[in-house]
């Protein structure tokens, strides 16, 4: 038959041991069972007396049951039914509970019905989730022979079509069983899981009434468990808080480990349930072993002990491997590994779950009972699972429960840890904002003096400015008057030579010259103070800048006659916007340093041209030059180059070019010439001619 077996070992176990449990509590109820419930049964050579049904709806078969252990797996029913064979059975007290084995298992009873008994007759056998169940029930007299009885194959691995019976459990009916007759039962259990067995009959009244109970139960808890986990879920969107994710991912990993287990599936798809189911319970239990693991590192934060962490992140890898054992069929290598690791998980989370007690954390008390409830059940079932407790009713659905309560008290220890935290970030953003109103007012009072200060250094300014700007005034009034004395004596003197020999004009030239620079100084600090005072009342015309340029090369030619000054225009005309005194106060300017810091036997160029919208004036020499560093930090106000330190200034000439010349949008750049020196360019933007004049306005290349 085509069916995947996937062991199972910890489908009882591992499933249900996630949250922590008390330890010292396993081992009491391990050593209790140990004294009161023998693991060897006593061999019982002697037939048990039948099972006997009579006016009771319902019989168990517990201490009804005998037992025969066949290792090989060889054994047929023909071998059973041999003499020898049949010796060998012993009794067992109560229902079976081989726990983990890979024995073959044989089971035997008889069964007697009164008349006071229904004609119809129904066997249940649990749990659903065992791989191989082989019925064979005795249908004639001659209970020796292997022809008088009837096969009954079932099983998990068994497609719910082949039963004869669809129903999620283990059902086998037993039609029309002779009265005050006893007929043989054996049953022939193999699994990769553990081997548990309980039994019952039932009449068809009661039957109904049980699989009703089943359903109901097992849909309970899955409903249950869905609706928790959706709940969680909606936290977790609305909150955005990964806790109540793990968490969620958690239990629907549970849903689908029992939708396995309980057998439901088989009435969803009944035809590959025997498939689909084992792929339910391993996966499901891979996925709760990853979900599981990280939701415990988040939850107690693990990342403060390494240690804790490294071990979660152990089982979160083992959980993995467990989901993908599934679909590559070594299912069975892994699951010793996963119970000896779910073993140390409930030592560790009941540990941290005390630490947090200890510490006052919130939902400490609250996480201690979710996972002592949900261990307590989750033990309980281990013990059985182990053997050590008997198969009853009592523990079939402990777990079940347990886990419940755990889901339930976890969701609330979150939400406590989260409404505590919200209550620390409340009290602190009051307390912040009580801080902030303090600082506020401090600085409040801060802003104010400083407010006063800068008020009373504005009016000290203004007063000094005010101060400055008479001072100029009144300098400016007192140096004219004896400058225009000199200047028309010069005048007088200069025409008396002309009419003389005429041997001193080139001295009284020159001499006429410097006192129109001291006027032109003047008129330059004038121009420096309207600056400062950052004056918006600037001309602003129409400039001719070739013939602009060609009055202040006149002008240079005279005022340095020792320098050669070499123009080259490369536009006939060029027009540009702004004030014609302050653009010719920045030409000077770069050509007084040109002068200043070159050697005096080398020429100074002045070429002049258009670039796009703007126009270039650039100014070179054959100096020392510039630093790199030097090219902007030299337009600073009273900033003065390396070479300077031997030539007189204030540092006030550059930065005055600057003002200028950004006052209309231009800019100006200092940089090195080649082979040596510094060239300084001015950009400033061009008036557009009118279109007759467009064609002169162009650059030559």
Same mark, same amino acid.
């Given at each position: 038959?085509?069916?995947?077996?996937?062991?199972?070992?910890?489908?009882?176990?591992?499933?249900?041991?996630?949250?922590?449990?008390?330890?010292?509590?396993?081992?009491?109820?391990?050593?209790?069972?140990?004294?009161?419930?023998?693991?060897?049964?006593?061999?019982?050579?002697?037939?048990?007396?039948?099972?006997?049904?009579?006016?009771?709806?319902?019989?168990? @078969?517990?201490?009804?049951?005998?037992?025969?252990?066949?290792?090989?797996?060889?054994?047929?029913?023909?071998?059973?039914?041999?003499?020898?064979?049949?010796? /060998?059975?012993?009794?067992?007290?109560?229902?079976?509970? /081989?726990?983990?084995?890979?024995?073959?298992? %044989?089971?035997?009873?008889?069964?007697?019905?009164?008349?006071? !008994?229904?004609?119809?007759?129904?066997?249940?056998?649990?749990?659903?989730?065992?791989?191989?169940?082989?019925?064979?029930?005795?249908?004639?007299?001659?209970?020796?022979?292997?022809?008088?009885?009837?096969?009954?194959?079932?099983?998990?691995?068994?497609?719910?079509?082949?039963?004869?019976?669809?129903?999620?459990?283990?059902?086998?009916?037993?039609?029309?069983?002779?009265?005050?007759?006893?007929?043989?039962?054996?049953?022939?259990?193999?699994?990769?899981?553990? @081997?548990?067995?309980?039994?019952?009959?039932?009449?068809?009244?009661?039957?109904?009434?049980?699989?009703?109970?089943?359903?109901?139960?097992?849909?309970?808890?899955?409903?249950?468990?869905?609706?928790?986990?959706?709940?969680?879920?909606? !936290?977790? $969107?609305?909150?955005?808080?990964?806790?109540?994710?793990?968490?969620?991912?958690?239990?629907?990993?549970?849903?689908?480990?029992?939708?396995?287990?309980?057998?439901?599936?088989?009435?969803? %798809?009944?035809?590959?349930?025997?498939?689909?189911?084992?792929?339910?319970?391993?996966g499901g239990m891979g996925a709760c072993t990853v979900f599981f693991s990280i939701f415990a590192m988040h939850l107690f934060d693990t990342a403060r002990r390494p240690w804790v962490h490294r071990f979660?992140?152990?089982?979160?890898?083992?959980?993995?491997?467990?989901?993908?054992?599934?679909?590559?069929?070594?299912?069975?290598?892994?699951?010793?590994?996963?119970?000896?690791?779910?073993?140390?998980?409930?030592?560790?989370?009941? %540990?941290?779950?005390?630490?947090?007690?200890?510490?006052?954390?919130?939902?400490?008390?609250?996480?201690?009972?979710?996972?002592?409830?949900?261990?307590?059940?989750? $033990?309980?079932?281990?013990?059985?699972?182990?053997? @050590?407790?008997?198969?009853?009713?009592?523990?079939?659905?402990?777990?079940?429960?347990?886990?419940?309560?755990?889901?339930?008290?976890?969701?609330?220890?979150?939400?406590?840890?989260?409404?505590?935290?919200?209550?620390?970030?409340?009290?602190?953003?009051?307390?912040?904002?009580?801080?902030?109103?303090?600082?506020?007012g401090e600085m409040t009072r801060e802003l104010r003096k400083s407010k006063d200060k800068l008020e009373g250094a504005l009016l000290r300014e203004q007063q000094n400015l005010e101060n400055k700007t008479?001072?100029?005034?009144?300098?400016?009034?007192?140096?004219?008057?004896?400058?225009?004395?000199?200047?028309?004596?010069?005048?007088?003197?200069?025409?008396?030579?002309?009419?003389?020999?005429?041997?001193?004009?080139?001295?009284?030239?020159?001499?006429?010259?410097?006192?129109?620079?001291?006027?032109?100084?003047?008129?330059?600090?004038?121009? /420096?103070?309207?600056?400062?005072?950052?004056?918006?009342?600037?001309?602003?015309?129409?400039?001719?800048?070739?013939?602009?340029?060609?009055?202040?090369?006149?002008?240079?030619?005279?005022?340095?006659?020792?320098?050669?000054?070499?123009?080259?225009?490369?536009?006939?005309?060029?027009?540009?916007?702004?004030?014609?005194?302050?653009?010719?106060?920045?030409?000077?300017?770069?050509?007084?340093?040109?002068?200043?810091?070159?050697?005096?036997?080398?020429?100074?160029?002045?070429?002049?041209?258009?670039?796009?919208?703007?126009?270039?004036?650039?100014?070179?020499?054959?100096?020392?030059?510039?630093?790199?560093?030097?090219?902007?930090?030299?337009?600073?106000?009273?900033? /003065?180059?390396?070479?300077?330190?031997?030539?007189?200034?204030?540092?006030?000439?550059?930065?005055?070019?600057?003002?200028?010349?950004?006052?209309?949008?231009?800019?100006?750049?200092?940089?090195?010439?080649?082979?040596?020196?510094?060239?300084?360019?001015?950009?400033?933007? @061009?008036?557009?001619?009118?279109?007759?004049?467009?064609?002169?306005?162009?650059?030559?290349?």
């Amino acid at each position: 038959m085509n069916s995947v077996v996937v062991p199972r070992l910890s489908e009882n176990i591992s499933s249900r041991l996630f949250c922590g449990s008390f330890f010292p509590m396993v081992l009491l109820i391990v050593a209790v069972t140990a004294l009161c419930c023998p693991l060897h049964p006593q061999l019982l050579h002697a037939a048990l007396p039948p099972v006997l049904l009579d006016k009771l709806t319902v019989v168990d @078969l517990s201490g009804h049951l005998e037992q025969l252990a066949d290792p090989t797996g060889k054994l047929t029913l023909a071998d059973i039914l041999q003499p020898l064979n049949s010796t /060998r059975f012993t009794q067992i007290p109560g229902n079976l509970n /081989r726990g983990y084995t890979r024995d073959v298992l %044989w089971l035997r009873f008889s069964i007697q019905r009164t008349a006071s !008994f229904s004609d119809d007759a129904w066997l249940r056998l649990a749990p659903p989730y065992l791989d191989h169940v082989t019925v064979y029930l005795q249908s004639a007299d001659n209970r020796a022979l292997p022809s008088s009885y009837s096969e009954i194959l079932l099983g998990d691995h068994i497609p719910v079509s082949s039963r004869p019976v669809r129903h999620p459990e283990i059902i086998v009916p037993l039609y029309h069983l002779p009265t005050e007759r006893e007929r043989m039962a054996y049953i022939r259990l193999q699994s990769t899981s553990t @081997l548990n067995l309980e039994g019952s009959i039932h009449t068809s009244t009661d039957m109904i009434n049980q699989n009703s109970h089943t359903v109901m139960t097992q849909a309970a808890y899955l409903g249950i468990a869905m609706m928790i986990s959706l709940i969680n879920l909606v !936290f977790f $969107v609305r909150i955005g808080e990964k806790l109540f994710l793990y968490f969620s991912l958690y239990i629907f990993s549970l849903f689908i480990n029992q939708l396995g287990r309980g057998g439901l599936v088989s009435l969803v %798809w009944p035809g590959q349930a025997h498939i689909i189911s084992d792929y339910l319970v391993g996966g499901g239990m891979g996925a709760c072993t990853v979900f599981f693991s990280i939701f415990a590192m988040h939850l107690f934060d693990t990342a403060r002990r390494p240690w804790v962490h490294r071990f979660f992140m152990l089982t979160t890898a083992l959980g993995g491997v467990l989901f993908l054992s599934v679909p590559l069929d070594f299912y069975g290598s892994v699951a010793e590994l996963s119970v000896i690791a779910l073993l140390a998980m409930i030592v560790l989370l009941t %540990w941290l779950s005390l630490r947090y007690v200890i510490a006052g954390e919130p939902g400490g008390f609250i996480y201690l009972s979710a996972f002592g409830l949900s261990n307590l059940g989750y $033990v309980v079932l281990l013990l059985r699972t182990l053997g @050590l407790l008997p198969f009853a009713w009592w523990n079939s659905n402990a777990h079940l429960i347990a886990s419940l309560f755990n889901m339930v008290l976890m969701t609330l220890a979150i939400t406590e840890r989260l409404r505590t935290a919200e209550k620390k970030a409340i009290t602190a953003a009051r307390e912040a904002e009580h801080k902030a109103v303090g600082l506020a007012g401090e600085m409040t009072r801060e802003l104010r003096k400083s407010k006063d200060k800068l008020e009373g250094a504005l009016l000290r300014e203004q007063q000094n400015l005010e101060n400055k700007t008479k001072f100029l005034a009144i300098l400016s009034h007192e140096y004219r008057t004896p400058l225009a004395i000199i200047q028309a004596n010069l005048e007088l003197v200069q025409l008396h030579q002309k009419e003389s020999d005429g041997r001193n004009e080139p001295y009284l030239a020159k001499m006429k010259h410097a006192v129109g620079r001291l006027v032109e100084i003047m008129e330059v600090s004038l121009q /420096r103070e309207r600056l400062d005072a950052f004056s918006t009342d600037n001309v602003s015309m129409r400039v001719e800048l070739i013939s602009l340029l060609d009055g202040i090369i006149d002008k240079a030619e005279v005022f340095w006659p020792e320098r050669l000054f070499v123009f080259e225009p490369e536009v006939v005309n060029c027009t540009v916007t702004g004030d014609p005194k302050q653009i010719k106060t920045a030409i000077f300017n770069l050509l007084d340093n040109a002068c200043k810091y070159s050697l005096p036997n080398t020429p100074i160029t002045l070429t002049c041209y258009i670039d796009g919208d703007m126009s270039v004036v650039s100014i070179g020499d054959h100096g020392e030059g510039l630093a790199v560093y030097e090219a902007d930090i030299i337009f600073e106000k009273y900033r /003065r180059g390396r070479s300077s330190q031997n030539t007189s200034g204030t540092g006030l000439g550059l930065w005055l070019v600057r003002q200028i010349v950004e006052q209309p949008g231009g800019s100006v750049t200092l940089a090195p010439n080649k082979p040596k020196g510094t060239i300084a360019t001015i950009r400033l933007p @061009l008036m557009l001619p009118p279109l007759s004049e467009f064609v002169g306005c162009i650059h030559p290349t």
